[in-house]
């Protein structure tokens, strides 16, 4: 690697003269066998013939859209931009109907690219896509032009700070934003991932990510390739429906280093047979990254336990954090260590203060270390004051891996680049929550969620990503990784708690789908004590993702919000009615009960009929400020004191009743004790 390189041009060529003889990349078409490869010189040579061809039609810096699958041709397509001296925007075919192309259109229309770089089997969706776009764009099938211009290619004049590539957010948050990645930038953080993850020319690194994502294009191609190491690409779709299609290639292909989101890490474990593992050995694996979404401590147990005897080493799996604005990589779990969980008291987490809890709290896992070239603050979500550590707030970076900003984006960048924390100037404002903890003398970055999409109910913090998962093993009918929850304004001017849930194939076939529904709400309760006030059933495959898994939250509620949801079923709560109750008539606990089942139907909108004295509070939907309510208004009947707690202490309706029969039998024999003159008062 020639750490002397200041653009992408400098670091393809020094590895074409120093290695020109050196497989680069190699692809699977649709299994794990090798398909096509190609060489250094090869990959130089084919961007040159391309980049004369652009240069033909382009000035220098305008933009190139890249619209291909994961491939050999990307990878020539993009370092063609680079060799040409225009911005390159990876991006990828358009899909066959047009319902799907508005992504793509809002990428088109903000970068205003001169020539779309496509594959010739894709060209009928590409003439597609064209005919309706008001664009004037070029198309260049990359596949049939004759490398027979490298001759005639003159190198640009390039400057470390020119944008080497628009890196288009994959979308969990809203409208597409380009991010302004210079060639600076970029050296700068591959620097950082070959160093932190200790990447070196044998080994072997498998990308099933996309190429038009950051996890895919600056960690699983320019990191390895200015490392030195053979990169063996995957299609993305195939490894998304079936897993196993990874693990096989990394058993076959001895691969040492791979990337995923924590959601692979699920699927895998769901997935992926005793049988079918039984056949896989991952003793060659010595890096397997998990990143581009909340981690989840539990996903990562329950991976190393179930492939713990394919030869997996249990500090394989580096937790790490990163995102598009830093290039990738910001934080990462050390090499030749086990990644590390805090146990913290979940209830002080909802109002952002970090306490240790080792007997009940719940494992939360560390995205990594800090690194010096990256400085990391936490501040006040409102204040944007530092906070100590053991507070959660916002996470603030600054370095030299950071963009400049959005491309076209004036008013964003102001609010979000150049910020000052204290007396430090310079720092992003990433949206991302979290906070920092020493351990074994290092300190950890803990990522609890994203600003925008937190729920903050009752004066309380909850994190979507942690409720979603609550209902990963509950139903074979609910789609894995298949859930959204958000918050909407209700017209009385108070929130309404969304939960949209994906149905499997399988679930399609019930006619009646209030039973999932009642068990979603009882679980959410009981687990999270939050009450929520909608659950929308989807059709399989239509819950919005991006292109790396992650969940779009805020565009799943502005579906919802507009009716353009595929619903099979849903529930609502009705609004809240003072509909006043009888008082109980006499206090046994047969009439505690009735009056309880009551008060609770006219609370959550139920049919009494659907209760039972044998259920749990928790299991029926109340959440704890429901259960408060629950213990004033008893208290106030039976004229007892009863503590907060007392709804949630009992394992049932009838049990509570029993329970405050008896206390209020013991409060009547007391008056009666006291009112009776006793021997000796006389």
């Given amino acids: 690697m020639n750490d002397n390189c200041t653009n992408w041009l400098q670091v393809l060529e020094s590895q074409a003269a120093n290695n020109p003889e050196k497989i680069v990349f190699s692809e699977s078409v649709s299994t794990s066998a090798l398909g096509n490869k190609i060489n250094y010189r090869g990959l130089a040579e084919r961007a040159k013939s391309l980049a004369y061809t652009i240069s033909q039609q382009c000035d220098f810096g305008d933009r190139v859209i890249i619209l291909m699958p994961n491939s050999i041709d990307y990878v020539v397509g993009f370092f063609a931009c680079v060799y040409a001296g225009v911005i390159a925007v990876p991006a990828y075919p358009p899909h066959k109907k047009k319902r799907d192309w508005s992504r793509l259109n809002s990428i088109v229309n903000d970068c205003e690219p001169k020539i779309a770089l496509y594959q010739v089997n894709d060209e009928s969706r590409i003439t597609a896509w064209l005919s309706e776009h008001p664009l004037n764009i070029t198309s260049l099938a990359i596949d049939l032009l004759e490398s027979n211009n490298v001759i005639d290619w003159c190198p640009p004049i390039l400057d470390k700070h020119d944008i080497a590539f628009l890196q288009y957010s994959s979308g969990s948050t809203g409208t597409p934003k380009g991010v302004m990645l210079s060639h600076d930038n970029l050296i700068n953080n591959t620097q950082l991932i070959i160093n932190n993850f200790e990447l070196v020319e044998n080994d072997k690194f498998i990308n099933w990510l996309p190429l038009y994502h950051d996890m895919g294009f600056v960690g699983g191609m320019l990191s390895p390739l200015r490392a030195g190491v053979h990169i063996h690409l995957l299609p993305s779709a195939k490894v998304a429906q079936n897993p196993l299609v990874l693990f096989e290639a990394i058993t076959e292909l001895n691969i040492t280093s791979a990337a995923a989101p924590n959601f692979i890490f699920d699927l895998a474990v769901e997935r992926i047979s005793e049988q079918e593992k039984q056949h896989l050995d991952l003793s060659s694996l010595r890096l397997f990254v998990n990143g581009a979404e909340p981690i989840n401590a539990e996903t990562l ?8 005897d394919t030869g ?39 109002i952002d203060k970090v306490v240790k809890d080792n007997i009940s709290g719940k494992d939360i896992a560390s995205s990594g270390v800090l690194i010096p070239e990256i400085e990391v603050k936490i501040v006040d979500k409102q204040t944007r004051v530092e906070l100590p550590n053991g507070y959660v707030g916002e996470i603030m ?97 108070t929130k309404e708690v969304v939960l949209i849930q994906e149905l499997t194939r399988k679930a399609l076939k019930q006619k009646n789908y209030q039973e999932i529904i009642k068990q979603i709400r009882a679980l959410v309760t009981e687990v ?72 609770i139907a006219i609370r959550i909108s139920v049919d009494v009929s659907e209760l039972s004295a044998t259920q749990q509070l928790t299991q029926i939907g109340l959440d704890s400020i429901d259960a408060m309510t629950l213990t ?39 008056k009666a004790a006291k009112a009776t003159p006793t021997e000796g008062m006389i």
């Fill in 301 to 308: 147990s329950k991976f190393n336990d179930y492939f713990s």
């Fill in 528 to 599: 999270h004590e939050l009450k929520l006030t909608s659950i929308v059933l989807l059709k399989p495959a239509t819950l919005a993702k991006t292109s790396s898994g992650k969940i779009q939250r805020i565009a799943t509620r502005n579906a919802y919000i507009h009716k353009q949801l595929s619903i099979v079923d849903s529930w609502q709560q009705d609004a809240l009615v003072n509909i006043p109750l009888a008082p109980i008539s006499s206090f046994t606990a047969n009439n505690i009960a009735t009056w309880v089942m009551q008060w």
């Fill in 312 to 350: 997996l080493s249990p500090d394989v799996v580096k937790p790490s954090y990163g995102m598009a604005e830093a290039c990738l990589l910001v934080t990462n779990t050390q090499m030749n260590t086990v990644f590390n969980t805090l146990k913290v008291d979940m209830n002080k987490l909802h």
């Fill in 397 to 493: 970076l600054k370095g030299k891996s950071i963009s400049r900003g959005y491309w076209q984006k004036t008013e964003l960048n102001t609010a979000t680049f150049d910020q000052i924390v204290g007396e430090d100037y310079g720092f992003m404002a990433t949206g991302d929550l979290g906070f920092i903890e020493t351990q074994s003398g290092k300190q950890n970055l803990f990522v609890t969620g994203r600003q925008k999409e937190l729920l903050i109910i009752n004066g309380c913090n909850y994190y979507p990503q942690d409720i979603e998962h609550t209902l990963l093993t509950l139903s074979e009918q609910l789609m894995p990784h298949g859930a959204a929850i958000f918050e909407v304004n209700a017209n009385s001017n």
């Fill in 632 to 670: 004033h208004e008893l208290s106030k009947q039976l004229g007892l004191n009863l503590a907060l707690e007392v709804s949630w202490s009992y394992p049932s309706i009838e049990a509570l009743s029993d329970y405050l029969e008896h206390e209020f039998s013991s409060k009547e024999s007391t």
